[in-house]
């Protein structure tokens, strides 16, 4: 590189990361830690007002902010998505409109007249999916015969079995157990008559066919656990169940010891909500010091100003101290800088000592992890854990704030607990070991999110960063196994699917740099494909992005609108296949430099995080599996996606340092 065109670009990037870790400062809480906020969308509120008017509760204040924010989410198609720019979504919309009805809005206001329009023209509440099928039976808008059946007896199945609560995902399973309730209890609350949404029916209220439909396939495991429904519905109608009120106690029991110190299940809102219903059918009353306390804890999700209200799914606190620890640090901060040493102390008081579900398939195992949220003891994750271990490692810990040799033990801990959950193909997964049973995806119910939670490539790239980091060679044969995973996993064209972030960009931007880490030569075939998928996919503008409907149309693989963390996931991939100088990189860091705003964040309100891709199964699917042909829809009504308010923040400034210091050393 020309010494005067590299002295400006330092020039223009010491400013930018400037300005960047000046952000993250201001953003700091004064515990050390950072949050920003998750955003998802709208039935996160809609569901908050199904809940309360389901409890009794009605604080119109609350609705009418509440309603106020769905209604600035809707479109001026009259519809609600799943994430920006993404087409409107059945189920969504009718959630929205049956809350806003509920909230105070008339059917006849235009808004409503338009959502009601869209509703119909895609079939009605008839078409809707499995979960919003209970929120409108709770309220007699549908009937319970119409929801796949769940019998409760299902939490008495031995961990053996090969159905059995502990062979579903962790959040899926914190769901189902107080469905189990649910579903045998049947409670509604009616709506008063003019509250009702009747009018969203495409062929009248009279003329519902509630059967669960027969499977589209001809044969496979749709067709077994659809004869397996018309059975239980069978046996459901018999006026003695021997087991039924021991399988409830079961239930409610699990439900109890679950809930986490700041009164929610598995820190995030699907099993937080359908908890405290169930609890509640159960004949807890509100005064309950239970349910107390779960509705007391949404306070510390929600975000409130003078006009709405607006309620996370879920917080990431750990994730964000992680990450912003990480990248101060690359982009300079000094290791024993007081404010990052203050963030390391209080992610090391948030290691999870305790047991949890995990212990079912590592029972060996001493804990050791992290969860994403404040509190959630249960579920510690790997993802959050390897980065966690990274940022730990890389900050210079005094006495004052703990000391080196508490460090030490924590990621040691970490990184014993961590080996202990590898899955047997050499991949980790989020939550459990070896949570692979994929025919579980396969039941009527199962028509939304992620089933499972098997092995991902992202949440094992992070693993491998964190070993190869620490010390390749003492954690060899399990870095061995892992890379074999990882390579097996790499698409014919060089990139690498996505889990947790959208998507064969994050996949190489988890990779690439863990290859580097773990002494992967930047040569190697594998490096060499991926980098030149992301030559081949850069934007006009220098930037790189990719849609979340590249999920299900193989078309928009690597494409959509330039965004500031997808461009830093790419040029970290670059600089670590030591592509520092290429064009494509010095373009990527001009888009970066160019789109910064003064205060040295980003604007970002693309998606870019992924909760579920909305294939059941929680990996990459197989296209020539007919099971994802109900799948196959941009909207992504089965998925589940995220915009992280710090990545426009965190991503980019770890991409500038990761950049200055390669392009020093190569000076």
Not at 262 to 280: E, F, H, K, N, T
Not at 299 to 318: G, H, N
Not at 457 to 483: N, Q, R, S, W, Y
Request: net charge negative.
């Amino acid at each position: 590189m020309d010494p005067q065109v590299s002295k400006q670009i330092n020039k223009n990037i010491n400013n930018a990361i400037e300005r960047t870790q000046g952000y993250l400062f201001r953003e700091q809480y004064s515990e050390g830690y950072w949050w920003g906020e998750l955003e998802s969308n709208p039935t996160m509120e809609a569901e908050f007002i199904l809940l309360h008017y389901f409890l009794g509760i009605r604080d119109n204040k609350k609705f009418t902010k509440l309603s106020n924010h769905i209604i600035s989410q809707q479109r001026e198609d009259g519809t609600w998505g799943q994430y920006y720019g993404a087409p409107g979504d059945l189920s969504t919309s009718v959630e929205c409109y049956l809350a806003l009805k509920i909230a105070g809005y008339s059917e006849n206001e235009k808004s409503m007249i338009k959502a009601k329009d869209f509703i119909l023209s895609k079939g009605g509440i008839e078409n809707t999916r499995v979960f919003t099928k209970i929120w409108l039976s709770l309220v007699d808008q549908w009937k319970w015969e119409g929801v796949p059946i769940m019998p409760a007896e299902l939490i008495l199945l031995p961990n053996w079995s090969p159905i059995n609560i502990y062979e579903f995902s962790s959040w899926a399973r914190s769901t189902i157990v107080p469905l189990l309730i649910l579903m045998d209890k049947k409670p509604v609350r009616p709506l008063p008559e003019n509250l009702r949404v009747d009018e969203l029916f495409c062929d009248g209220l009279d003329n519902v066919d509630y059967s669960v439909k027969f499977p589209s396939i001809q044969m496979g495991w749709e067709n077994f656990f659809y004869a397996t429904d018309q059975v239980l519905r069978l046996l459901d109608k018999l006026p003695i169940k021997p087991t039924r009120d021991l399988a409830l106690k079961k239930s409610k029991e699990w439900i109890l010891e679950h809930q986490e110190a700041d009164g929610s299940w598995g820190g995030i809102q699907p099993p937080w909500v359908y908890s405290i219903m169930a609890l509640y059918a159960a004949g807890y009353g509100l005064d309950d010091p239970v349910i107390k306390k779960a509705l007391h804890g949404f306070k510390a999700f929600e975000i409130e100003d003078q006009f709405s209200l607006r309620v996370q799914a879920c917080v990431s606190p750990i994730w964000d101290t992680g990450l912003a620890i990480i990248s101060l640090l690359d982009s300079g901060i000094k290791a024993d800088d007081d404010r990052v040493q203050k963030a390391g102390q209080w992610l090391i008081n948030k290691q999870i000592k305790s047991e949890g579900d995990w212990q079912v398939k590592a029972n060996n195992v001493r804990s050791g992890g992290w969860a994403f949220e404040f509190e959630n003891e249960h579920y510690p994750d790997i993802d959050d854990a390897a980065v966690v271990a990274t940022a730990l490692h890389k900050i210079d810990l005094t006495d004052e704030y703990g000391g080196l040799d508490r460090k030490s033990k924590s990621i040691k801990r970490c990184v014993q607990w961590i080996e202990g959950m590898q899955s047997k193909n050499g991949g980790w997964a989020s939550f459990d070991k070896d949570n692979m049973r994929s025919f579980i995806a396969r039941i009527p119910f199962s028509d939304f999110g992620e089933t499972i939670d098997p092995p991902s490539v992202d949440v094992t790239a992070h693993v491998l960063e964190l070993l190869g980091t620490l010390d390749a060679k003492k954690h060899a044969k399990i870095i061995a196994k892992a890379l074999d995973y990882v390579l097996l996993e790499q698409e014919q064209d060089g990139s690498w699917f996505g889990r947790w972030g959208v998507n064969y960009i994050y996949g190489i931007g988890s990779v690439l740099p863990a290859l580097r880490a773990i002494g992967i030569d930047p040569s190697h075939e594998a490096m060499d494909k991926a980098t030149k998928w992301l030559e081949d996919h850069q934007n006009k503008d220098g930037g790189w992005g990719e849609t979340p409907a590249s999920y299900v149309d193989p078309a928009l693989h690597g494409k959509g609108p330039s965004t500031a963390s997808q461009t830093a996931w790419s040029l970290m991939s670059l600089i670590a296949a030591d592509k520092g100088s290429s064009p494509h990189a010095l373009k990527g860091i001009n888009y970066l430099l160019s789109n910064q705003n003064e205060d040295g964040s980003w604007d970002e309100p693309e998606f870019t995080g992924t909760g579920f891709p909305g294939y059941g199964i929680g990996m990459r699917p197989d296209r020539s599996d007919q099971f994802n042909e109900k799948q196959q829809d941009i909207a992504l009504p089965a998925g589940f996606m995220i915009n992280y308010h710090m990545y426009r923040i965190y991503w980019p400034l770890c991409a500038l340092g990761r950049f200055r210091e390669w392009n020093n050393k190569k000076d």
